[in-house]
T-cell receptor, first 112, second 112 residues
Framework: KAGVTQTPRYLIKTRGQQVTLSCSPISGHRSVSWYQQTPGQGLQFLFEYFSETQRNKGNFPGRFSGRQFSNSRSEMNVSTLELGDSALYLC???????????FGSGTRLTVV | GESVGLHLPTLSVQEGDNSIINCAYSNSASDYFIWYKQESGKGPQFIIDIRSNMDKRQGQRVTVLLNKTVKHLSLQIAATQPGDSAVYFCAENMDSSYKLIFGSGTRLLVRP
């Protein structure tokens, strides 16, 4: 079966711009969560959605937002990009009540 | 490839030897723990998990040990192979939080 699909794979943006990243979870998985990975901070939780509702949010500024659609696909948006937002953004999906979170390959965002 | 962590602790082992990767977790209320493997350019890949009501769980060539008294988790890899070279992360979770908290990671290098 298909895994977690993230698009685009790579992205270069300029400071001040905004960006939208997309994640398609494994079929049947209704929980989608997002993580930011940087060399300095490691893997940090951004937010989690289930049935179009955000159930938890990490400690990130309001410039980071997300949403989930009725088909469980999710998007995250970062507005007014800063150099420090350069990171690998990872999406994970999970089958409620089951073990393990399956990650996608990520979107590498570079802010210049 | 992408740099997962520039200053990660590194474990170097000879091919065929056993590897032990350690992790200290932060929250005594965490009830679910996962080990992930991340190769360059890829997202974290699930290896094995364990719930807090267990002390040990075995998979194929891997064993996870959980010591709740000292909040310590370890991953043992038997007969380490070159393909095991990667960065390994532990993650903790409380079912009610819908998020994973990741450790800082350990880089495993397998010498031929």
């Amino acid at each position: 079966k298909a895994g977690v699909t993230q698009t685009p794979r790579y992205l270069i943006k300029t400071r001040g711009q905004q960006v939208t990243l997309s994640c398609s979870p494994i079929s049947g998985h209704r929980s989608v969560s997002w993580y930011q990975q940087t060399p300095g901070q490691g893997l940090q939780f951004l937010f989690e959605y289930f049935s179009e509702t955000q159930r938890n949010k990490g400690n990130f500024p309001g410039r980071f937002s997300g949403r989930q659609f009725s088909n469980s696909r999710s998007e995250m948006n970062v507005s007014t990009l800063e150099l420090g937002d350069s990171a690998l953004y990872l999406c994970a999906s999970n089958l409620q009540g089951a073990s393990g979170y399956t990650f996608g390959s990520g979107t590498r965002l570079t802010v210049v | 490839g992408e740099s997962v962590g520039l200053h990660l602790p590194t474990l170097s082992v000879q091919e065929g030897d056993n590897s032990i990767i350690n992790c200290a977790y932060s929250n005594s209320a965490s009830d679910y723990f996962i080990w992930y493997k991340q190769e360059s350019g890829k997202g974290p890949q699930f290896i094995i998990d364990i719930r807090s009501n267990m002390d040990k769980r075995q998979g194929q060539r891997v064993t996870v040990l959980l010591n709740k008294t000292v909040k310590h988790l370890s991953l043992q890899i038997a007969a380490t192979q070159p393909g095991d070279s990667a960065v390994y992360f532990c993650a903790e979770n409380m079912d009610s939080s819908y998020k994973l908290i990741f450790g800082s990671g350990t880089r495993l290098l397998v010498r031929p």
